[in-house]
């Protein structure tokens, strides 16, 4: 899934120096922006954006809704980036667990560094999430550990999007007593629908070639980077995608309305778009 809403495209990447009056406290400028935030004194949040108020309560329903459709995750795996340490904590209290944090689930390096002109922000310490209340399991290993350096080389997309299907591959094949929840980005929900050819669901049938050759023609269809305005909208905040290896054929296959969509009025859903 992707995490909820972030503050700083909401009101601006200024917000903070509008609307601070400390680490922690804040005179809100919009209503949903929080008012008080318990995070660590030295998070980057210019860099690394927290949630917004319905960024919070969204990931809340969809504790809501998994536990009403009775789906218990088995371990909650985030992305180091705040918002996605916010969706996840939300859920995991929800639910009454915890969460683990994958630092290779982090967006392709290059859209921070702009290839080596920037450095990556400095994300949360598991120590620093625990000292902030998030309901962290400091005794998980990652799959990857301590790979930021690793990102913040990456000088193309490729090499993110490689970095992110690797991961999700590994962490879905590792054995588990029930369901894997990753709480990520965009581009992490994208390259979950490439695995799971979720794209097959809606394409015309015209197009369709023999079912041996089904899957090489999607791939030609299916364009692998996207650009992130382009992922933002096809994978809005909060969206869900759920997948489910196919032991016979040994592969995994898209889950379509697992959980029920999140709306707001008749403009905005959580639904992801997968129309080519």
């Not at 969206?239 to 697992?258: F, K, R, T, W």
Request: glycine share 6%; charged share 25%.
């Amino acid at each position: 899934m992707r995490a909820g809403e972030r503050i700083d495209r909401v009101v601006g990447k200024k917000w903070i120096q509008i609307q601070s009056k400390g680490y922690d406290k804040f005179t809100p400028v919009d209503g949903n922006l929080p008012t008080r935030v318990h995070w660590h004194k030295d998070a980057q949040l210019e860099e690394d954006s927290p949630l917004t108020t319905l960024g919070r309560h969204s990931a809340v329903l969809l504790a809501r809704a998994l536990y009403m459709r009775e789906i218990r995750p088995a371990l909650i795996v985030s992305s180091p980036a705040l918002r996605a340490i916010q969706t996840a904590d939300a859920i995991a209290k929800f639910l009454h667990t915890t969460f683990a944090v994958e630092e290779g689930l982090c967006e392709p390096g290059c859209w921070y560094t702009q290839c080596g002109k920037f450095a990556l922000p400095r994300f949360l310490k598991a120590n620093e999430m625990r000292s902030c209340n998030f309901s962290i399991n400091l005794n998980y290993t990652p799959v990857v550990p301590s790979c930021l350096d690793k990102v913040e080389m990456e000088r193309d997309e490729e090499q993110g999007y490689d970095r992110i299907e690797d991961l999700l591959l590994d962490l879905c094949a590792r054995p588990r007593a029930g369901p894997l929840l990753v709480v990520g980005h965009a581009v992490t929900v994208h390259t979950a629908a490439i695995i799971c050819d979720a794209f097959s669901s809606v394409l015309n049938p015209t197009l369709a070639l023999e079912e041996q050759e089904g899957s090489e023609k999607r791939c030609e269809q299916v364009q692998r980077c996207l650009p992130p305005v382009e992922l933002g909208a096809r994978y809005p905040y909060a969206c869900v995608i759920a997948m489910a290896l196919n032991e016979d054929v040994g592969q995994y296959e898209y889950i379509p309305s697992l959980l029920p969509p999140l709306s707001f009025g008749d403009n905005y859903s959580n639904r992801i778009v997968l129309t080519i």
